[in-house]
């Protein structure tokens, strides 16, 4: 089944994933770092085809249109090795076939508090004045 929607990774969330990666390998090795890879990228892939897929929440304490999806639940559907996916990713889609992938945090984080913060910050970069050019002055 062809993707319906095209996933776009923010910055927060490159970090977020690299972040993983490092910690994985470190951690665990580079095999199990690139086993997270891949499962990181059909968590990615099944939203793709499906935001609203079975497991998938809404997240309105958040945001009125953002979404998570665990990734232990893409474990059950690609066949993973990873024992215990811990991430989860967060989301919310854009037009007709845009998924913005927002963020990619750890179960245990206070998702929440987190994500009021990134929408906070944004909020006020959207509320601040623009930078005003000075007038030239007219020349008599």
Do not use: C, W
């Given at each position: 089944?062809a ?7 923010t910055?927060?969330?490159r ?17 199990m ?12 892939e ?7 897929r079975?497991g ?8 009125s249109t ?12 690609v066949?993973?090795t ?10 919310f ?12 945090l750890?179960d ?13 910050e ?17 020349q008599?």
């Amino acid at each position: 089944m062809a993707s319906k929607y095209k996933a776009r990774i923010t910055k927060k969330a490159r970090s977020d994933l690299k972040e993983i990666l490092k910690y994985s390998y470190r951690n665990h090795g580079e095999e199990m770092a690139l086993e997270y890879n891949k499962l990181i990228n059909s968590s990615i892939e099944l939203l793709e085809k499906d935001p609203f897929r079975p497991g998938s929440k809404e997240r309105n304490e958040i945001a009125s249109t953002m979404r998570s999806y665990h990734m232990r639940l893409a474990k059950e559907v690609v066949n993973s090795t990873i024992k215990s996916p811990r991430h989860m990713v967060f989301y919310f889609t854009a037009d007709k076939n845009k998924l913005i992938i927002s963020r990619v945090l750890h179960d245990a984080r206070d998702h929440v508090r987190t994500m009021k913060e990134i929408r906070d910050e944004v909020m006020k970069k959207a509320k601040a004045p623009e930078r005003q050019t000075p007038k030239k002055e007219r020349q008599s």
